[in-house]
């Protein structure tokens, strides 16, 4: 990408499973319904729960613009957003999840989005390419 | 008006731009409105009703008159700022604002009064509105469609604990207070530089600076440690919850920016405009808000003419007229329709030589740009003053728009002749001139205190420093009356952008419209694109005067946002394929080499619609897939199905509620045909319903309504049975779903080396492995062939799909489109959501009720559905038809009449050229249409009638041995 301020990498096939439970499991979980959270990466364990982990694509944003580039479709306030962040939000019209990372975001949307979502991506990494 | 430069031009800085066919020399940077004066161009404009001839009234936001087109739009000249080989024109008019053909229009004028197309073209009588519409929109229309594709628009969420709207003195004293007690800042400033008026008045200080150098120096303070300041930037609404939307343009070529900033607390720091006086021809070019002319020329350097008359209301008028000569344009006379001025104001203007005339209104403007002003004395004595530029102060008109757009009350101040805020509002304060303290001092501790206050509320300590000091600009703004002369007459306007004159608000007002929405609505007073700004204070007193009540008792119109015009494009966004997205299975990159051509289908999923090869049609190309279908085998995408996995220890009593159809009762690995009802007994969904477990479901759901039946899905569980415990999981993504069909369907798959349970029966579910993972494969589908659904990973389905297709090309496989699904369907008779399923048949209406289970004690529709059964007449029903002519496919949507003249009885839901059926077929809902079986109907064309024959509603396999076989 053009702007050396934000990075933007697909993330490979991960394992990602659904488990039903009243309590968060784990500290990068994501709810994504009552009671129902994603479990992310190899410690996920999908004998408790439903394997999803063809449902998502993933993203990374890495970069210190990395939270510019997000302000362009998500509302949530990112200045706010430190280590442990992990949100259910809209970025335009999609339904997508967010996770805080050291170095900037993970972004995952129901896979089927995902042309659309690497396309806003790219729009907007380019729209914050002149700086603001 | 012979405007002229303060400074010379530098030709470093110098550029060329056109405006109506005029090649002028200009600043870069300056704004047209700017450069058209200096280059002493008067006419710039055209009106909106009248076409008469309009120059500059204001500056930045609020010019109501001058609207041109730069080929991106429509903008108004005082924001297009001047670039290189910047084209311009008038927007309202044909050829040029100084010459413009419809200008005839103005002629009439006596002839167009208030209401005068609705009196004219819709009153009794009148039915010549649709003749004329066109024509009189056409007339009317300011500017034209860009040819150009809409340039890049960024939008962007902003945070902060204090946003402070506007940068003149209060705003930044708020700023500074806010920014102070550590809170996070967001100031948002329309102009150019921050000061607001400070920039035009060098009188005016802060501490021991320069008010200007004050408010430059406060900025690029705050920037640094972190506040963020915004130039350039409009905010345009202000919403529930704290939430201000602002449009930025920027300098340079970063594109322009729609921000929404939600804040914890809000100062609105707005500002104040200047109203026009009434009189007589008020709208010659050369006529212009006296803050305007200073503005121009402190900011621009541009001087609006070489011998100036004022006309004025209030004492502050004095001190920007000073202000205004000491720049260095020439203001030969002030009027003052006031009998008594100040002494010491009085001393001042003639020390700078101007003469002043007191007690005096003005009459009329005279000439064309204007050469004179007619003013009149207490005793009817006139006096006509020579000049070429007059320019009006008739008040201040306080900026509320922000404080009112989310619900902000207002009351009537006498002093300020306007309305100004009741307190704060939902987090936004007002402060400074907008609350009613223009006065440089009262503005700087408002805005202090306003800043504290709002940091406070933001959850931050304020600071507690005092407010900054302010000296200079001590002369009160209120007026001593209002800005309509008695005597005013004649065309006196008052709303400048949609040419409304003080005699149409009288005419109204005297024809009963004399409430201040009906008369916006009747004279379209405040609708033009400044919204009111300009015009709305003087309706509002005209109307006052006309019922003979307080302006505070006539009140307001409503204030809604945009605050300043914005283009399309900031909101609607550029388009192109970002505008809606288009959801891709893992197979549609394949569909794509095929060369399908794909459409948009429901849930925004991008499917094949048909698999043309070279040379072939639509019709062929269809013809080929469902033939295949019939006689060979044919492999269809339909992973975009909704899918559910629903498990826990009471799935099946969930199932069972939402369900019309009992699914308790299913045994492990078989799945039913299942439907659900709206609550009023109609169809809502269809689908298959495997059971997986006795503790676990698959729930098929048709593409469509996927995300509906999720809501309903938890609709019920979190709010209707909240004593049932279940796991819900939307798995449509998760599951690629390819099936294959028809009767080589078996030793395809077999081909394929795929594992395919031997004695797996029609509507039974399997799981089995291919590639080391898991997959369901499923006897179902939905052509009425022998059918295997495998429900796989969706990124293993490329390499499953390609598989089966090599494997059955020796078997003539196809790949098959939505188009032959369509076709496939309608030959047997399996009901579509959406077509047939049309939200108001039930269950028995399609011949469904084999599916209803309503001997149970609830489910969804359960209520209703009983109800229903007491009335069967009149139903809708679903029938086959044949026309008479079998070559004559029956056009989808048609009306169904038993004759020829009858009313209408149904329609066509569905109709195809079946290869199956040798003829055309068709689907229809229509009243009582099974007890219809074997007459004949007539249908409505739009090129006549045709005839059809009412038949079975299934063309083909009608006993379904094909897909059990």
């Not at chain 2, 290189?84 to 604002?97: D, I, K, Q, T, Y």
């Not at chain 2, 299913?666 to 809502?684: I, T, V």
Request: overall charge neutral.
């Amino acid at each position: 990408m053009a702007d050396p301020c934000v990075t933007v990498r697909p993330i490979g096939p991960e394992r990602i499973v659904a488990v039903f439970d009243t309590g968060r499991p784990g500290p990068d979980a994501a709810a994504i319904g009552p009671d129902t959270w994603l479990m992310i990466g190899g410690d996920a364990d999908v004998a408790a729960g439903i394997d999803v982990s063809d449902s998502y694509a993933g993203f990374a944003v890495t970069g210190p613009s990395a939270a510019d580039v997000f302000a362009q479709g998500i509302a949530l306030d990112l200045d706010r957003a430190v280590a442990g962040f992990v949100a259910r939000t809209r970025l335009g019209d999609v339904a997508v999840l967010l996770w805080r990372m050291p170095d900037g975001f993970v972004v995952r949307c129901e896979r089927s989005y995902a042309d659309w979502l690497a396309a806003w991506l790219a729009r907007a990494v380019r729209l914050s390419a002149g700086g603001i | 008006m012979s405007g002229y430069r303060l400074s010379p031009l530098v030709p470093a800085e110098t550029v060329e731009i056109e405006f109506d066919g005029l090649r002028l020399p200009a600043r870069r940077g300056e704004s047209l409105a700017a450069a058209l004066m200096a280059n002493g161009i008067s006419t710039v404009a055209r009106s909106f009703k009248y076409h008469r001839p309009r120059g500059l009234l204001g500056f930045g936001s609020w010019e109501p008159n001058a609207a041109v087109e730069t080929g991106e739009g429509t903008e108004l000249a005082t924001n297009v700022r001047v670039t290189e080989g910047l084209r311009a024109r008038a927007a309202n008019c044909w050829p040029w604002a100084r010459f413009d053909v419809k200008s005839v229009l103005g002629a009439f004028g006596a002839l167009m009064p208030a209401g005068f197309y609705y009196k004219t073209f819709r009153g009794p009588g009148g039915r010549m509105w649709p003749l004329f519409e066109p024509a009189i929109r056409r007339a009317a229309g300011i500017g034209r469609l860009p040819a150009r594709a809409a340039p890049d628009t960024v939008k962007r969420n902003a945070h902060c604990d204090v946003l402070v709207v506007g940068a003149g003195a209060a705003g930044i004293a708020a700023a500074l207070a806010a920014h102070a007690s550590g809170a996070r800042v967001f100031l948002v400033e329309e102009g150019d530089a921050p000061g607001g008026r400070l920039l035009d008045r060098s009188d005016l200080r802060v501490g021991h600076e320069v008010g200007a150098v004050w408010a430059r120096r406060s900025a690029e303070e705050m920037t640094t440690s972190g506040a963020r300041v915004l130039l350039r930037t409009a905010a345009t609404g202000r919403y529930e919850g704290g939430l201000v939307v602002a449009y930025e343009r920027p300098a340079g070529d970063r594109p322009a920016c729609l921000w929404k900033i939600r804040a914890r607390a809000i100062v609105l720091a707005t500002g104040a405009i200047e109203r026009p006086l009434v009189f007589a021809d008020n709208d010659r070019p050369g006529v212009v808000l006296l803050a305007a002319a200073l503005a121009y020329a402190a900011r621009s350097r541009v001087a609006i003419g070489r011998h100036a008359v004022a006309v004025v209301n209030n004492d502050a008028a004095y001190e920007d007229v000073m202000a205004l000569v000491r720049e260095g344009v020439h203001v030969r006379h002030l009027v003052d329709m006031r009998g008594n001025p100040d002494a010491r104001l009085a001393a001042g203007l003639s020390g700078l030589g101007v003469e002043l005339h007191a007690g005096f209104a003005p009459v009329s403007a005279m000439g064309c740009p204007v050469y004179g002003l007619r003013i009149a004395g207490a005793g009817g004595a006139y006096r006509d003053l020579a000049c070429d530029a007059v320019l009006m102060s008739g008040g201040s008109t306080p900026l509320v728009h922000l404080h009112s757009h989310a619900g902000g009350r207002l009351r009537h101040s006498e002093e300020l002749h306007a309305f100004v805020p009741v307190g704060a509002h939902d987090g936004a304060r007002s402060a400074g001139a907008c609350n009613g303290r223009a006065e440089l001092a009262a503005a700087l501790a408002d805005g202090h205190a306003a800043g504290s206050l709002a940091a406070t509320e933001a959850g931050l300590v304020a600071h507690g420093g005092g407010a900054p000091v302010g000296s200079g600009g001590t002369a009160s703004v209120h007026p001593s009356a209002g800005a309509v002369p008695e005597v005013a007459r004649g065309k006196a306007f008052v709303d400048f952008a949609a040419d409304v004159t003080v005699a149409d608000l009288r005419l109204a007002a005297r024809e009963g419209y004399d409430s201040v929405e009906l008369l916006k609505r009747y004279t379209t007073t405040g609708m033009a694109v400044d919204q009111g700004r300009i015009a709305n204070l003087s309706a509002i007193e005209i109307l006052a005067q006309a019922r003979g009540a307080a302006p505070g008792d006539v009140g307001t119109t409503t204030y809604r946002p945009p605050f300043v015009p914005l283009p399309f494009v900031a909101i609607a966004d550029a388009g192109g394929a970002l505008l809606r997205p288009s959801r891709t299975t893992t197979l549609t990159a394949w569909h794509e080499a095929a060369g399908a051509v794909m459409y948009e289908s429901g849930a925004n999923w991008r499917r094949p619609g048909y698999y043309p090869r070279s040379g072939e049609g639509l019709e062929a190309a269809v013809r080929r897939e469902c033939r295949a279908v019939r006689q060979a085998v044919g492999i269809y995408d339909s992973s975009p199905l909704g899918k559910f996995e629903i498990s826990g220890p009471d799935a099946a009593a969930f199932l069972d509620f939402v369900y019309a159809t009992r699914l308790s009762d299913l045994a492990p690995g078989r799945g039913r045909y299942a439907l659900q009802l709206h609550e009023d007994g109609r169809l809502f969904d269809d689908g298959i319903v495997f059971r997986l477990a006795p503790d676990r479901y698959f729930v098929t759901t048709t593409t469509g309504n996927a995300d509906a039946c999720h809501q309903r899905f938890e609709y019920c569980r979190q709010v209707l049975r909240q004593d049932l415990s279940i796991g819900l999981l939307n798995v449509t993504e998760q599951w690629a779903d390819i099936v294959v069909c028809g009767p080589a369907a078996r030793q395809t798959i077999a081909d394929a080396g795929l594992p395919m349970p031997e004695r797996l029966a029609f509507l039974g579910m399997a799981t089995c492995r291919i590639a080391e993972r898991g997959v369901r494969v499923a006897r179902a589908g939905f052509t009425g062939e022998l059918s295997f659904e495998y429900f796989v990973p969706a990124n293993a389905a490329p390499e499953i799909w390609t598989r089966l297709l090599e494997a059955g090309r020796r078997h003539g496989i196809e790949p098959v489109g939505s188009e032959a699904n369509h076709v496939l369907r309608i030959e047997k008779g399996f009901i579509s959501v959406g077509h047939e399923a049309d939200g108001i048949c039930g269950p028995d209406d399609l011949g469904l009720s084999f599916a209803v289970h309503a001997d149970r004690p609830d489910f969804v529709g359960r209520q209703a559905l009983l109800r229903d059964r007491s009335s069967p007449h009149g139903r809708p029903q679903l029938v086959g038809l044949f026309a008479r002519d079998p070559g004559f496919v029956l056009p989808e949507g048609a009306a169904v009449l038993r004759t020829t003249g009858d009313r209408t009885r149904g329609y066509v839901t569905a109709s195809c050229h079946s290869e199956a059926a040798g003829r055309s077929v068709a689907l229809a809902l229509i009243e009582d249409g099974r007890s219809l079986s074997g007459q004949d109907v007539t249908l409505a064309l739009a090129d006549g009638t045709a005839g059809a024959r009412v038949v079975a509603p299934v063309f083909y396999d009608p006993r379904g041995e094909r897909q059990r076989g």
